[in-house]
């Protein structure tokens, strides 16, 4: 069977034979690939003026919910990725990995999607910047999506993860992708490819697949396209230096070859749950997928005076692991991918061998069980022991990407930290310590050489994740000979495909440009309490100012009573004269914001639901009994949740007692000092933005299916209306 490729909408097969395609347990050839007479320039071309032009008309909420959608679809069609997976050499729980933790990585991206980007099709970057005295000329940081491609050029060990890990921060970012997965291993890719496409839950034009090589695409590229790589450092290199790429100042980022560390603290002596850890984590790490990962600890770095112990450990365990067909439930460890790749990891085990002794399995010398050694690519667990560690060379620039492992014995911290350095940038390093002061002291060395770094004691090794497990919430990726990129880390892995813009103006065109309402924008007249209006008819800046309000003695002592704070400052005229921040009694600062909530809430039953919280709060001024307070509350943003029934607007929302003005609404909430002498006003202001959900339910008070709306996050129920 030929593989064929998603071009401009279409399935196309390659001209010529193409390459072979093999099992890797038993050699026959189940597929061929090739590329050759593509048209890389369409595929563009449509992903930029069909693709790019889909995904953008759609806001980041609603991309995310395409994500979410088409993990349930794949979830749902995942057994014959199972089944076609064994194809590779992947155990049962390798495909584990690659297939639900490639939909997992959907899934985590689509709620982050819906959780921490706004409804809208810009993201704001960080806060306002006044540039100048008067407030009425502003700067603010906005990204936008890249009116391009993103080409994703994904390794062979993770067909399925290694594409869903790259597409979903790309496609909640608005850009379209062309995904090249490796030839090896691009049946698989090429199966959940098509899942993809036939549940048409994708715009057309989001996404497109090369099985194959792929050709003159980048002599097409441009300032606007991506190209995500992930493979051998030599690869990356070569492509990065394309002239076409260094020509129009192409983003490229990689993730390429990486010497990891695991470091065994000096503290975890025999018999410690440490020890023990970390030679589990080892031999899972020299065994799952062969040893094909990326992440895979190649290094393992043990206090000079436990290698026996170490030692003996690792063999033990290791003669345990059952290599053989990983479609029997029994096997542990399969094969890896293909004969070429037991070849090319014999070759580097010999460099290897020159300056590291054989400590454990017999290279080459595999005894598969259920399978022929001689037609699967089979290698045993390999565990090396290098006693010259200060003139060793290989063990830190040679890769054997299989089930190879390296013992290297340190005689301090210091010297561990530099052992693992040595590998000049890498992915992943953990440490296995219950000496937190030991394990600070070596995730500080690590760091600047190490994109993520694991730390585990006997407190988290239930629940840690492992070391060689990439997370969608956090980094991957890693200096130097790791590549020098990232990828996913959350919401940082969408910003790689997005445009960071610096836009200068009065408030009002920064309201206009990012939908939000900015300190100095117009303040508009809602003709009534914002509060009694839909949330459609909400508009960005309606402003409401509530009458003032006197702060007496008795509110301080009620409130007193009522919350049990009977601070000094409170409650203690003379203490409270002493307080350089005060001088004299103050009322509390809990006390003013539920009065200033007294202040703008309009009672009646309406749209509002809920207030359900502060984003940022600070106490400027101290109030005194006899101030009066009044509050500022103007409609900022505005967020309809899909297919929640309801809505969400951000309040921007500040009080002011005496002649004082508006405070700053985005700080986060902190207390403040200052040294006896300093003198403070009697005026008080504070600032937060509130939230509130606000209904946005159908008219007729019934969702799709006719029943009544269900309760909401926080008990919130969506009232029946729909929005303007």
């Known amino acids: 069977m030929q593989l064929q490729s998603f071009v401009a909408g279409k399935w196309l097969a390659g001209t010529g034979g193409g390459v072979a395609l093999r099992d890797a347990t038993t050699g026959e050839v189940i597929a061929s690939a090739t590329a050759d007479g593509l048209d890389t320039r369409l595929m563009l071309e449509h992903a930029r003026e069909v693709g790019g032009g889909n ?3 759609l806001t980041f909420h609603e991309r995310a919910a395409l994500l979410k959608e088409l993990a349930r679809y794949l979830t749902e069609h995942k057994e014959e990725l199972y089944t076609l997976s064994y194809a590779t050499g992947a155990t049962k729980g390798d495909a584990w990995i690659d297939i639900d933790g490639g939909i997992g990585t959907l899934f985590v991206y689509a709620s982050k999607g819906m959780r921490e980007l706004p409804d809208s099709r810009v993201y704001v970057d960080g806060g306002v910047e006044a540039l100048s005295k008067s407030g009425g000329f502003v700067g603010q940081h906005i990204c936008t999506p890249l009116e391009g491609a993103a080409v994703h050029i994904n390794a062979f060990n993770f067909p399925v993860w290694g594409m869903l890990e790259k597409l979903a921060p790309t496609l909640l970012a608005g850009v379209p992708a062309i995904v090249k997965p490796a030839t090896q291993t691009c049946y698989l890719a090429e199966k959940a490819f098509r899942r993809i496409i036939d549940s048409a839950i994708l715009p057309e034009g989001s996404v497109q697949l090369i099985c194959g090589a792929v050709g003159d695409l980048f002599e097409h590229l441009t300032c606007q396209d991506v190209v995500s790589f992930t493979g051998s450092a030599a690869t990356a290199h070569k492509l990065r230096q394309h002239r076409i790429v260094r020509a129009n100042a192409v983003r490229f980022t990689s993730e390429t070859d990486s010497l990891n560390s695991s470091i065994l603290g000096p503290d975890a002596g025999p018999g410690s749950p440490e020890l023990d850890l970390f030679v589990r984590e080892v031999v899972r790490e020299m065994t799952v997928k062969a040893g094909q990962k990326c992440t895979a600890i190649r290094k393992a770095i043990i206090p000079a005076t436990r290698a026996a112990d170490v030692l003996d450990a690792l063999r033990a365990a290791l003669a345990k692991v059952i290599v053989g067909d990983p479609r029997l439930p029994n096997v542990r460890m399969g094969p890896v991918a293909s004969l070429a790749q037991r070849r090319e990891v014999l070759g580097q085990l010999g460099k290897l061998t020159r300056e590291a002794e054989l400590v454990y399995g017999e290279a080459g010398q595999a005894q598969p069980l259920g399978a022929d050694a001689d037609r699967g690519a089979f290698l045993p667990p390999t565990l090396l022991y290098c006693r010259n560690t200060a003139a060793a060379r290989a063990i ?22 530099e052992l693992a350095r040595r590998g000049g940038g890498s992915l992943a390093a953990s440490v296995f310590s219950a000496d937190e002061a030991v394990a600070a002291h070596l995730v500080l060395g690590l760091a600047p050489f190490h994109g993520r770094i694991l730390v585990v004691s006997r407190n988290c090794a239930k629940e840690s994740t492992g070391h060689g497990s990439p997370l969608p919430h956090l980094v991957h990726g890693g200096p130097g000979r790791a590549g020098g990129g990232e990828e996913m880390g959350g919401i940082r892995g969408v910003l790689h495909y997005m445009q960071r813009t610096a836009v200068q103006g009065t408030p009002d065109v920064v309201t206009a440009v990012t939908g939000r309402w900015v300190k100095g924008a117009r303040e508009l007249d ?25 702060v007496t003695v008795g509110d301080i002592e009620r409130f007193a009573q009522v919350s049990g704070d009977r601070f000094y400052a409170h409650m203690d005229e003379a203490a409270a004269a002493r307080n350089p921040l005060f001088g004299g009694r103050v009322a509390h ?14 009672p009646p039953l309406g749209p509002v639901l809920a207030n359900y919280g502060i984003d940022g709060l600070r106490f400027l001024k101290p109030v005194k009994p006899g101030d009066r307070i009044r509050v500022r509350l ?25 002649r004082s003005g508006p405070a700053d609404p985005e700080r986060s909430g902190k207390s403040t000092s200052a040294p006896p002498g300093s003198l403070r006003s009697r005026r008080w202001r504070a600032g937060g933005s509130r939230e509130s959900s606000c209904w946005s339910g159908r008219r007729a008070g019934r969702t799709r299916a006719g029943r009544r709306p269900t309760a ?11 929005p303007a």
Request: aromatic content about 12%; overall charge neutral; charged content about 20%.
């Open 55 to 57: 995904l953008r008309r």
């Open 396 to 417: 830190h620039s040679v890769e054997a990407f299989g089930p190879v492992c390296t013992l290297v014995p340190y005689e301090t911290p210091d010297d561990a930290i």
């Open 526 to 550: 809602p003709g009534t309490h914002p509060f009694r209006k839909p949330f459609g008819a909400l508009a960005i800046g309606d402003t409401f100012t509530s009458p003032e309000r006197e």
């Open 589 to 602: 600062g809990y006390f003013l914001i539920s009065a200033a909530a007294g202040l703008f809430v309009d």
């Open 634 to 658: 103007t409609c900022k943003e505005k967020s309809l949740r899909l297919g929640a029934g309801y809505g969400e607007v951000r309040w921007d929302t500040a009080s002011a007692g005496n």
């Open 712 to 722: 909401g996050p926080y008990g919130i129920r969506p009232a029946p209306r729909s």
